[in-house]
T-cell receptor, first 117, second 116 residues
Framework: GAGVSQTPSNKVTEKGKYVELRCDPI?????LYWYRQSLGQGPEFLIY????????DSGLPNDRFFAVRPEGSVSTLKIQRTERGDSAVYLC???????????????FGPGTRLLVL | AQKVTQAQTEISVVEKEDVTLDCVYETRDTTYYLFWYKQPPSGELVFLIRRNSFDEQNEISGRYSWNFQKSTSSFNFTITASQVVDSAVYFC?????????????FGTGTRLTVIP
């Protein structure tokens, strides 16, 4: 497929556990974004990568959240010591990155639905 | 600070009716971009339209049309002759023309139900 893919589609974990969520952007897209969507809300920004580096991580709620993109393609969002409040849909998006992502259309993946029990 | 307001939480229409989804935004920047996305029950956000702040021309794409008015900071979306497949949550979003600050600010969405 040519779109953004995310795995797993669903993840159930227990409070206090560690989880990793994976995003595979559209081929050739250098800009990658993570958002979190709670029930009944719009997506909220978490972090943005241009290439391998995190250009803006101002949306990460606390130091339990961390994301990497070591080779400038696939990204992993990591959540340590999960809490029930972390339950949400985690969305990944990518854009071309030609203008460092400024004003570009972001294309979204299907999301990972995380449930922390 | 940036903000997007979608005051209509839920709208129900009967098939073939026209419906307008409202979007009001706030920003102090003079250059910005506005978007509409559709989120069907499957959950994936589908891109519909992108508009920059210097282009106030209305746009029509099939049954969809968008009315951008800077004077009222609005970017409304109209579906003509609605169909059941239009049932979804629709999000309006804003991003700034700033390197390193190009995240999308989303509204809370409007849930549209088209009744057959």
């Amino acid at each position: 497929g040519a779109g953004v893919s995310q795995t797993p589609s669903n993840k159930v974990t227990e409070k206090g556990k560690y989880v990793e969520l994976r995003c595979d952007p559209i081929s050739g897209h250098t800009a990658l974004y993570w958002y979190r969507q709670s029930l009944g809300q719009g997506p909220e920004f978490l972090i943005y990568f241009q290439g391998t580096g995190a250009a803006d991580d101002s949306g990460l709620p606390n130091d339990r959240f961390f994301a990497v993109r070591p080779e400038g393609s696939v990204s992993t969002l990591k959540i340590q010591r999960t809490e029930r409040g972390d339950s949400a849909v985690y969305l990944c998006a990518s854009s071309l990155g030609l203008t460092s992502g400024v004003g570009e259309t972001q294309y979204f993946g299907p999301g990972t639905r995380l449930l922390v029990l | 600070a940036q903000k997007v307001t979608q005051a209509q939480t839920e709208i129900s229409v009967v098939e073939k009716e026209d419906v307008t989804l409202d979007c009001v935004y706030e920003t102090r920047d003079t250059t910005y971009y506005l978007f509409w996305y559709k989120q069907p029950p499957s959950g994936e956000l589908v891109f519909l339209i992108r508009r920059n702040s210097f282009d106030e021309q209305n746009e029509i794409s099939g049954r969809y049309s968008w009315n951008f008015q800077k004077s009222t900071s609005s970017f409304n979306f109209t579906i003509t002759a609605s169909q059941v497949v239009d049932s979804a949550v629709y999000f309006c979003a804003l991003t700034l023309d700033q390197t390193g600050a190009n995240n999308l600010f989303f509204g809370t969405g409007t849930r549209l139900t088209v009744i057959p």
